[in-house]
């Protein structure tokens, strides 16, 4: 067997031998061929029948649909794949299941994709990362010489000092960091996030998730079942012994569990899904490529298996070191060989299944290296393999793999009496891979979020469940079960256990006992082979045993302060391959046991996942008035305001203003929060909760109120009409519709409610504000009811017929012009908006947007809650005082406005204009005024300005200290960049101060 | 994410519904309080590391505002009940 000539052999070869010829004749001198593909054997997912292609930095190499990149480049004999995070080492697969950091490649724009994941697709153009200048010639990797000066945690040390420098330090870091390279021109991908709900999710399809899943939906519920791979099946899926002449019940195992599935009509299955975390009240997130979800369930089986842990010795990382599990995997799913020559290190009897694989494959099996004695090993190959002549050390371990870029040997030495190294014994083996099975790390992350706890056995050196939180089942090798059948029994009752968790069947105590598994010991305590090189314990972050050591030196030496000073199990493995081994570590170096030592908490994301499939769809759901379509066609510029899309302008805001003082204009106010009240409460209520006089408003008029906190901050203004006897209709500012719905709901209910009915309208009615001296005339020819100013003063509110359609009309406005609300059924909002605008057009009447309101407002001074108050403002500072009675009973904010008024406001809320009238400072600009020292102090702020065109110069509203404020004509300074600009204070409205014209 | 039972609706996501800070009434009488109890009112909560009571509001759903009780430390929720107006 040595010299690796076996029938077999010569099969992979004649195979590969003609993929070769064939390729050769058509692109002999680029194309890589794969002279690692076996024949082809059942149970792989490739499709030999079709041939794609792709480059890996540039060069072009061959794929069967189902090859992952990792699988046809490993196929292709490539066996460097990545450079490490911090010295560069050239890496190689290692656990070929997307647990390790080591195949992290760029596929187009796509950085960090672990490649052992990913399947080819025709034309993928894959990169290394982190590399320069090339993946085989990466010269960064010449700051391991100076990784004496990197020592454990340098970055904390050394970039510190001079403050000074760190700009420096930063711009250079910043090239140093991160692996791939993000495109920031690449378009946003299409993401979406889709909402399941069940009674039972099982994470994991292994023999133990599928029997779970059937174990719960014989139960009768419905059940989820996801798995990270691209097919059901877990470990069973490469397992299954290769070697003939060892007929296995493991092999019926997979197929009859698959069947069962398929007859199962309860449980849908998500593959190639990973589940990310779970969250309070069994709340789970998964991802698939694009696709997040966000699932439900009433309980979760964990099945979600174990890594395989690696084995720290010298040069552990170097590419040819391999994982048995992985080295399973490329030959079973891929039918490719990770190697010619292998020496197996092990401490168990899956390293033996391996080996037997390897060697019924013709492989040549150079060593087989077990720490245990010989007769501490049960494996059913044992004397078939040293029968059939392959060496097999025991008591002996690994000391070092050989070679510079690739493995080319092993040195293995033997083991003393105490388990220590034995002096002098070191042997060199010629191999091209080393492969490690030195036992498992169970996959308790979803455990450990869910709040359950596991227990460290020293007998099995694994962790163990010991209590999990209702709901929240554990099965498989998780769960510490290894053996294929108690596999499935158990998860079996751990499937029925959640089934009736969530709901299905009665609890049977006796058949929901755990029973006693006695499991061989299949995981080494032996973490660390003490050596003169680099040891590897995390290959995220390029972390060492001796790093380890020297933090805990240091003084960290908390398992939670060593991880993050050392950033181990902070990568993108999180520590999927280095956690035990850190705890392993941490408990030796501190004379502790490793319970005692304890973990790391868990947190999602468990696998890693895309910034875009977690953002969704790039959509903000914006709310549109019922005549949205008219604005569009006529040419609106919309804007988004508050949760509403709304007209900015048609074009030119400043014409529209102007239009509006001349002759007229039309405003769509539709976003205008609209409450009814009704029943014999409301004007005590409306008392509570304005800061005015209501219940002396007689019916048919309005009255403008301002709504405050209990702290006295301005919350919302509007104006409120009375309807008829017990009816209110209330209007809120758009942006605050929804919080003083909520507001009054509130207080409705906790103890204000009394003869009070709430209704909101505000979708229910649209509404549009006809402004300017000419609104009387174009109202007139709609409508009966008498216009007259007599008839219809200022703040009363009619009912009338406008184009036959039932409204409301409230004389009010914001512009300070002559002007009717009309307030329509939504349904009928185009009819009346249309025909307003049939009759103004002739008028000179045109439709004015948000812009226009904001100038024409601010020429009359009126305040907009929200940008001109903020979370501190009361109305006595905020010019609205003449709103506030404090003489009347309780209110809301009364107690606090009381004391505002005592002590007499700070700063006020004045009006301004600017010495040079064409300069208009822009919102949020300081006021400042210099200090004795000379230095300039903020004094205030601009909250509001605009050039009115009206009165053709710039007018504002801003915050100064009261004294100043209240001097009408004070000189002020307002900072521009680095000008200061002078303004002086204005009392009053700017334009109409005695508001004639909204009484014509 | 935590689910919340809204006493008109039944169980659904918190996302669905609005906190409403610790239960606090407002002073029976508040033009008596004193600065120092206003002040109470206004600002101090008790942030209890246990059992708090607190407003739920259930915002995109019935509108109810109701109360629940939550241990703070586990986030675990112990009940909701709708308010009842306690005799002046």
Known sequence: ?1000 | MLLLTCPNCGDRNVSEFRFGGEYGPRPKDPSATSDAEWANYLYMRHNVMGAQTEWWHHSDGCGLWFLAERYTRTNEVIKTFPYVKRDA
């Open chain 1, 1 to 1000: 067997m040595r010299d690796g000539v076996s029938p077999h052999f010569a099969i992979i070869y004649q195979v590969s031998g003609a993929v070769i010829g064939e390729l050769m004749q058509t692109e002999q001198d680029t194309l890589k061929t794969t002279p690692n593909r076996l024949h082809p054997k059942q149970g792989e997912v490739i499709d030999r029948s079709t041939t794609i292609r792709f480059t890996f930095d540039g060069v072009k190499y061959i794929a069967h649909p189902g090859d992952t990149v990792a699988s046809a480049l490993t196929a292709a004999g490539v066996k460097v794949l990545s450079r490490s995070f911090k010295y560069h080492r050239p890496r190689g697969l290692l656990c070929c299941a997307g647990h390790c950091p080591n195949c992290l490649v760029q596929i187009g724009d796509e950085p960090n994709v672990r490649a052992c994941m990913r399947s080819v697709e025709a034309g993928m153009d894959v990169r290394a990362q982190n590399v320069w200048p090339s993946l085989n010639r990466d010269l960064l990797s010449l700051t391991q010489l100076g990784s004496r000066l990197m020592p454990v945690g340098f970055y904390y040390k050394t970039f510190i000092r001079p403050k000074k420098l760190w700009p420096l330090y930063e711009h250079t870091l910043r090239h140093a960091a991160g692996l791939g390279e993000v495109d920031i021109d690449t378009p946003s991908g299409k993401f979406d996030k889709q909402y399941l709900h069940t009674d039972v999710v099982v994470v994991g399809s292994g023999p133990a998730g599928i029997s779970a899943a059937l174990g719960a939906a014989e139960g009768g519920a419905q059940v989820l079942l996801f798995d990270e791979n691209s097919a059901l099946g877990g470990h069973l899926r490469f397992t299954v012994p290769l070697h003939s002449s060892l007929p296995s019940q493991v092999s019926k195992d997979l197929p009859e569990l698959l069947e069962a599935l398929s007859q199962q009509p309860n449980v849908t299955a998500f593959t190639d899904t990973s589940v990310l975390g779970w969250y309070q009240d069994n709340w789970l997130c998964a991802a698939k490529g694009a696709r997040l979800f966000k699932i439900r369930t009433k309980s979760v089986v964990v099945a979600t298996g174990a890594y395989e842990t690696p084995l720290i010795f010298d040069n552990n990382d170097l590419p040819g070191v391999m994982l048995g599990s992985a080295a399973q995997r490329l030959l079973h799913l891929f039918g490719v060989l990770p190697g010619r020559q292998v020496v197996i290190v092990t401490a168990n009897e899956d390293g033996w299944d391996v080996a037997a694989d390897l060697q019924a494959l013709g492989v040549n099996v150079a060593a087989i290296v077990d720490e245990r004695e010989h007769n501490a090993c049960s494996s059913p190959y044992r004397d078939g393999l040293a029968n059939i002549g392959v060496p097999v050390f025991y008591r002996h371990t690994i000391r070092e793999a050989i070679g510079s870029s690739a493995v080319s040997g092993a040195k293995i030495v033997r083991l003393d009496g105490r388990g220590e190294i034995a002096p002098a014994t070191t042997q060199v083996l010629q191999c091209d891979l080393i492969v490690t099975s030195m036992g498992w790390t169970p996959a308790t992350e979803l455990l450990y979020m869910a709040g359950g706890k596991s227990e460290y056995s020293a007998d099995r050196a694994e962790t163990v469940p010991v209590s999990t939180p209702p709901g929240i089942y554990v099965a498989g090798r998780a769960a510490g079960i290894h053996a294929v059948d108690s596999q499935i029994t158990e998860a079996w009752q751990a499937g029925s256990n959640a089934a009736t968790f969530a709901g299905f069947g009665e609890f049977d105590e006796l058949a929901a006992q755990a029973s006693d598994i006695s499991e061989p010991r299949r995981t080494s305590e032996r973490v660390c082979v003490p050596g003169k090189k680099k040891r590897f314990v995390c290959y995220c972050e390029d972390v060492t045993d001796e790093d380890v050591e020297t933090a805990i030196a240091e003084g960290y030496d908390s398992i939670e302060l060593l991880k993050r000073y050392s950033t181990i199990s902070m990568g993108p493995c999180q520590g999927a391959m280095c956690s035990m081994n850190t705890i392993h570590l941490c408990a030796r170096a501190n004379g502790r046991t490793v319970q005692e030592t304890g973990t790391t908490t868990a947190r999602p994301p468990i696998a890693p996942v895309t910034l875009g499939a977690l953002a969704g769809q790039n959509v903000e759901p914006v709310q549109t008035t019922p005549i949205h379509q008219w604005h569009l066609d006529h040419g609106a510029n919309m804007m988004v305001a508050g949760l509403w899309l709304r007209p900015n302008h048609y074009g030119d805001p400043a014409a529209e203003a102007v239009c509006v003082r001349k002759q007229g204009g039309l405003i769509d106010v539709s976003p205008l929060g609209k409450l009814q009240l009704t029943g014999p409460g409301v004007p005590k209520l409306l008392e509570r909760i304005y800061t005015n006089q209501w219940h002396n408003l007689r019916v048919g008029r309005v009255r403008y109120g301002v709504m405050c906190n209990d702290e006295g901050v301005v919350l919302n203004d509007g104006v409120c009409a009375h309807l008829k006897d017990e009816t209110w209709y209330m209007t809120t500012t758009s942006t605050g519709a929804t919080a003083v719905f909520e507001w009054l709901q509130w207080w409705l209910q906790s103890g204000w409610g009394e003869g009070v009915h709430l209704t909101d309208l505000t979708d229910t009615y649209a509404a549009f504000n006809l402004a300017g001296p000419q609104s009387r005339t174009v109202l007139e020819k709609l409508t009966a009811r008498n216009l007259a100013n007599k008839a219809f003063p200022y703040m009363r509110i009619r009912s009338a017929k406008i184009a036959d359609v039932p409204c409301q009309l409230l004389r009010i406005g914001f512009t300070g012009e002559l002007a009717y609300e009309v307030h329509c059924p939504s349904g009928y909002a185009l009819h009346v908006w249309e025909a307003l605008m049939d009759v103004g057009r002739e008028l000179g009447i045109a439709p004015f947007g948000l812009e226009a309101q904001r100038i024409l407002r601010l020429e009359k001074g009126h305040i907009i809650v929200g940008q001109d108050t903020d979370a501190m403002s009361d109305p006595l500072s905020a010019n609205m005082a003449w709103a506030v009675k404090l003489n009347k009973p309780d209110f809301l904010g009364k107690p606090s406005l009381m004391r505002i008024s005592a002590e007499g406001p700070k700063q006020l809320l004045v009006g301004f204009k600017m010495v040079d009238p064409d300069v208009v400072p822009a919102e949020g600009l300081q006021v400042v005024a210099p200090e004795v020292d000379g230095r300039l102090k903020i004094i205030g702020w601009v909250t509001s300005s605009r050039f009115s065109p009206t009165l053709e110069e710039a007018i504002g509203l801003c915050w100064l200290p009261a004294d100043l404020a209240s001097q009408n004509g004070a000189s002020f300074t307002i900072r521009m960049g680095g000008d200061l600009k002078a303004a002086h204070v204005h009392h009053g409205a700017f334009y109409d101060p005695s508001g004639e014209r909204l009484r014509m």
